[in-house]
């Protein structure tokens, strides 16, 4: 057990010590990615895959949780985690972790990925490198691509520091002698071109190979001394800075929301500065003064060997035609309970129907809403928009619908991060074609999935709903695990109905019969079911809970799994980000075990099952169990009652709980063990599973 952790008699559930800090849970989290970079088992360019994303996940966690941490701090410095760490405790060990992790990432890259690319003919040319042909013509590319839309800045009084864009490619020069005006300037600051590549490829006319590379940023080395003819240049080294990216709109006092996040939009791209990231040989004096200027400590300070900006190599997976290197193709299946016959509205009414996605074609999901916007019998359309992506074929057929007269009724969540511009984009196109467009509860997300279609039949009307763990996005769709449920229950299609009108509304809903929604009843719900599984226990009756999330850190939740496990129930939990719960301390959580699935595909399902004695009790939902889900969003916790869908989510709940191959075990230090086979025991990954068939 871990040193710092007490025996469970000694203290309460509260201690401070049974709860992981969550940023540092999240960049383990990112270890486990990175880890996926560093595994021989994974084609080669998808190794490279992981490596970016791990890139592009770091400078998440920078632009928005270091970023609050940092502004928390500046603020009120008092523990506001469960933890019991100040934000400037916090701030020093994730800078610890984080610098710890990006020597992995670029040994990774140096050492791992980028000898192994060469074997394979993929090659990054050095400076040193470059045959005279290839000389000649990256020198052209300079003088064509380059050079017109470089603006080299000398810095002086009348020429201050400009503006550095979030994220964005720089160079600081040092230099010698005098310019044209006779005067001496020590440095200049060099913005690549946001336009061009940040990987060029040489044309084999080059005396190249097919597939031999250089990066911009040796180009603009190369050719520095060209952009200050008259003085001359003793170093330059490539920077990047990141900056807070999160929007703030005080949503008590705009009158129109969509306004607003639109208005604040440019201003992420100079929020304030909370990383440097600088070559590995830069001097110390130009990283402070880099730091200086940027408002930064030593702590911020990352010195990398290799480009800045790693995760623009994602682009190879594009460039590169070697299927060979790459996982192999897979198509994701049509159910067979959408049958022949065509009527998807009588299948659906006929029975429900499970679709557990990429395994599962999310074709029906865009042909049930293509089919409602065509069908004459549709009288109305209500969706939930969270993330669906700039070209969307469910926006196209909203569109089509409300073309048509159809009454199509939008909640579009304009605060979804990263996605604002995209999803203000989509609410004017669907208010241009008549569709009704709100946006959600001010100071509260709309995270629920759900689409709502209005039927009339012989019978009278029917609701028909779509209920989902994920987003109504193709390409993720296709790279997230979700699940998505299809029913013509009459119970669940009044209490979608019950929320869509609370949203638009506003009113408050009479009360649910079968969904558990937050921020009203999922919170407390969750905390009596765990609550009922500990009794059960003490009462010698079968008590048992999985659950299966990305991310678990709200402490109520914690504590009642914690006083559960004392109690004697068994708790798998399957968390595949962030987990403050330490489990495995004595007396406390020797009845959890937590694990993290981290594989070809993003794991996002929420399953949540409860053993109830014998009346079980399984749900999906929107919702991670987080302070944000439960309490500042609205979402949907929703539960599957047919006998055949309940057995087939047990099963494939029971591929992830056996998983030896792509599942980590977490350590009641905070730390990641990977899962492998024992003896005899031949090696299972669920996805690779759930890609041969159903579970």
């Excluded at 990987?199 to 590379?213: K, N, T, Y």
């Excluded at 074609?361 to 916007?373: H, K, N, Q, T």
């Excluded at 406390?588 to 009790?617: C, K, M, Q, W």
Aim: glycine fraction near 6%.
């Amino acid at each position: 057990m871990n040193a710092n952790v007490k025996d469970g008699a000694e203290r309460t559930l509260d201690a401070p010590d049974l709860f992981i800090n969550r940023e540092l849970s999240l960049l383990e989290f990112n270890d486990r990615v990175l880890e996926q970079a560093r595994d021989t088992r994974v084609p080669l360019l998808e190794r490279l895959k992981f490596l970016c994303i791990s890139s592009t996940n770091l400078d998440e966690f920078f632009e928005v949780r270091v970023a609050g941490l940092k502004q928390k701090a500046e603020l009120v410095n008092s523990p506001i985690e469960a933890d019991n760490r100040t934000p400037s405790e916090a701030l020093r060990a994730i800078s610890t972790r984080a610098h710890e992790l990006v020597a992995k990432q670029y040994s990774t890259l140096n050492n791992e990925l980028i000898p192994a690319l060469q074997e394979e003919g993929i090659r990054f040319l050095r400076r040193s490198e470059w045959n005279q042909k290839q000389r000649a013509w990256l020198a052209e590319f300079f003088e064509e691509e380059l050079l017109p839309v470089i603006s080299p800045l000398g810095l002086d009084p009348a020429h201050p520091f400009p503006r550095i864009l979030n994220k964005s490619l720089n160079f600081i020069v040092s230099l010698d002698g005098t310019d044209a005006f006779g005067r001496k300037i020590d440095y200049a600051v060099v913005q690549a071109p946001r336009a061009l590549p940040r990987v060029i490829q040489l044309p084999v006319e080059a005396d190249s190979g097919e597939h031999d590379f250089v990066f911009l940023s040796s180009i603009i080395h190369q050719h520095v001394g060209d952009l200050f003819p008259s003085m001359g240049t003793r170093g330059c080294y490539q920077f990047r800075v990141t900056r807070n990216s999160d929007l703030f709109v005080d949503e008590e006092e705009v009158d129109d929301l969509l306004r607003a996040v639109e208005g604040e939009l440019p201003s992420r791209r100079y929020g304030d500065c909370v990383r440097l990231e600088v070559a590995h040989n830069c001097p110390e004096s130009l990283c402070k003064y880099l730091l200086d200027r940027f408002l930064l400590s030593k702590d911020d300070l990352f010195q990398v060997d290799g480009p800045v900006n790693v995760n623009r190599l994602m682009s190879l997976l594009d460039t590169v035609d070697r299927p060979d290197l790459k996982y192999p193709a897979f198509s994701p299946r049509l159910p067979s309970e959408l049958g022949p016959s065509g009527d998807l509205f009588a299948e659906i009414r006929a029975s429900d129907v499970l679709l557990h996605h990429p395994f599962d074609s999310f074709l029906p999901v865009i042909d049930f809403v293509r089919r409602a916007a065509s069908d004459s019998r549709v009288l109305a359309i209500k969706q939930t928009l969270y993330r669906t992506g700039p070209d969307s074929a469910v926006v196209d057929a909203l569109v089509e619908a409300a073309r048509a007269g159809k009454e199509v009724t939008v909640v579009v969540e304009l605060r979804a991060r990263f996605d604002e511009a995209d999803n203000i984009e989509l609410a004017n196109r669907l208010q241009a074609a008549g569709a009704h467009v709100v946006y959600g509860v001010v100071g509260y997300k709309t995270h629920a999935k759900m689409t709502l279609i209005v039927r009339r039949e012989t019978d009278g009307l029917h609701n028909y709903v779509h209920l989902g763990t994920g987003n109504y996005h193709p390409k993720t769709a296709r790279l997230y695990t979700d699940y998505g449920l299809f029913s013509c229950d009459d119970a669940l299609g009044n209490d979608v109905h019950e929320m869509f009108l609370q949203l638009t509304s506003l009113g408050k809903v009479s009360g649910l019969e079968r969904l558990l929604d937050a921020p009203f009843r999922l919170h407390s719900a969750i905390i009596e079911k765990i609550d009922r599984e500990a009794e059960n226990a003490r009462a010698g009756k079968p008590a048992h809970i999985i659950a299966k999330m990305n991310s678990l850190v709200e402490p109520q939740a914690i504590r009642a799994l914690y006083a559960a496990s004392q109690a004697g129930v068994k708790i798998e939990l399957i968390v595949r980000g962030i987990c403050c719960l330490r489990p495995g301390v004595e007396g406390v959580s020797d009845n959890i075990e937590v694990r993290s699935i981290v594989g070809r595909f993003l794991e996002h399902t929420r399953v949540f099952f409860f053993a109830n004695d014998d009346t079980p009790e399984l749900y999906l939902a929107s919702a991670d169990w987080m302070d944000r889900n439960f309490f500042r969003r609205v979402e949907t916790c929703f539960p599957v009652t047919s006998p055949a869908l309940y057995d087939r989510v047990q099963r494939e709940l029971a591929l992830y709980l056996a998983d030896n191959s792509q599942a980590w075990l977490l350590g009641n230090d905070g730390r990641y063990t990977r899962a492998e086979p024992v003896g005899d025991e031949p090696p299972l990954a669920a996805q690779k599973r759930l890609m041969e068939g159903p579970g």
